[in-house]
């Protein structure tokens, strides 16, 4: 589907989407797909703005 082309595409096809991935592998997965969107787009994910961007998003996630 949709979001095995876009792993694919950000990972060189080396990750595999599992349904239900819960835990640690759908945060890894999460917070590395965020950091390689950060530099697509030319930025630096260690730069102080950007450096709590994967916290950021996880909190977001939870309350919805």
């Given at each position: ?27 890894g ?36």
């Amino acid at each position: 589907g949709g979001n095995a082309a876009l792993c694919a595409a950000l990972f060189g096809g080396e990750v595999a989407i599992r349904s239900g991935a819960g835990g640690d592998d759908a945060t890894g997965l999460r917070d590395r797909a965020l950091l390689e969107l950060l530099y697509a787009i030319g930025e630096d994910p260690e730069r102080e703005g950007l450096r709590d961007t994967p916290a950021r998003v996880a909190r977001s996630a939870s309350k919805s």
